[in-house]
């Protein structure tokens, strides 16, 4: 396969190790190899047992020619040093050009006319990384769409100032260029688009974690979903039972708070401000006026759902 990536830092030459990747231009080293491990695995013949040869042999080829030296380049201290200088070099040398750039995609027209750049570039990476290798046939596009959002944000934290958002390149002549044009492009737009999936995702990993007691991994999920959907008050309720469990109270405090900011009837955020309360007034030797002991056993007793498990007492 001949893999040609002509949109983003590609169209000048460079090859962008982190769009393969799908990880912000400022990642560091843990974030790179936690990335690249959950691709290598995606990746890997194990795991497309059930695939097709021909979509075996893409895999195979996408690991080796693109994952891999990506890799390489950005988990090596001293490599990754060079690339970043020769990265900024070349975004603040299309400052001083102006350099016109053609964006291809509704993100990176968003990210360019956004006075949230920061924030909201970090969000559509994090958010397109959950899907970019689910359809190995759309990969390589998916990569030149996130070459085109770091493109941007380099400029623009270069100096560069849009007026507003650059419009769209004009259509193509050819009906089907411009068809297939029109595909592409919405490829991004969907990745993005996908972000309750993602947060059910954490989620859902996150809960089975914490019912086999395994809380650390619990919290490495639920820190990964509060990164793309912050005010989530799911996340910080789930987040702060483990840190409660992890007798951090301290923390669970925190999420819990922020939880029941976000919404008020949060159940299992009030039921953890309880608990701390308990706790507390344990510790104080005081008794805890407002928590009848019939109620505060209920979750206890009940075992019903993620909730009374969770809350609930030691397990049989």
């Given at each position: ?19 393969v ?14 990335r ?14 059930s ?98 959002l ?93 840190y ?13 708070d ?21 706790l ?28 009374g ?8």
């Amino acid at each position: 396969m001949s893999i040609k990536i002509e949109r983003g830092l590609f169209k000048f030459d460079s090859i962008d190790y982190h769009a393969v990747l799908c990880v912000p231009v400022d990642a560091d080293i843990k974030e790179i190899r936690k990335r690249y491990l959950n691709i290598a695995r995606r990746l890997h013949p194990d795991s497309c047992a059930s695939a097709s040869t021909e979509e075996k042999q893409l895999a195979s080829e996408l690991l080796s020619k693109l994952v891999n030296p990506a890799y390489e380049k950005l988990s090596q201290e001293r490599t990754r040093t060079e690339y970043m200088v020769v990265l900024s070099q070349m975004s603040k040398r299309l400052v001083q050009e102006s350099a016109s750039v053609d964006l291809s995609s509704d993100p990176a027209r968003q990210l360019a006319g956004s006075p949230n750049v920061e924030q909201l570039y970090r969000t559509m990476i994090l958010k397109i990384a959950e899907t970019q290798y689910d359809s190995l046939t759309k990969a390589v596009q998916i990569i030149g769409y996130v070459s085109e959002l770091n493109l941007v944000y380099l400029m623009r934290t270069a100096g560069k100032k849009f007026d507003k958002a650059p419009p769209p390149p004009p259509p193509s002549s050819k009906v089907t260029s411009n068809s297939s044009e029109n595909t592409d492009a919405t490829i991004l737009q969907s990745a993005v688009n996908k972000e309750d999936t993602s947060i059910n995702n954490y989620l859902r990993r996150a809960q089975e974690l914490m019912t086999k007691n395994q809380f650390a991994q619990a919290r490495v999920e639920l820190q990964d979903a509060i990164k793309l959907a912050p005010n989530n008050s799911r996340c910080h309720s789930l987040i702060g039972v483990v840190y409660l469990k992890q007798n951090q109270t301290t923390m669970a405090k925190v999420h819990f708070d922020r939880a029941l900011q976000l919404d008020p009837k949060d159940q299992m955020a009030s039921e953890g401000k309880r608990k701390i309360e308990q706790l507390m007034g344990q510790k104080s030797g005081t008794a805890v006026k407002t928590a009848p002991t019939q109620a505060s056993k209920q979750p206890e007793k009940s075992g019903g759902g993620l909730f009374g498990g969770l809350f609930g007492g030691k397990k049989k």
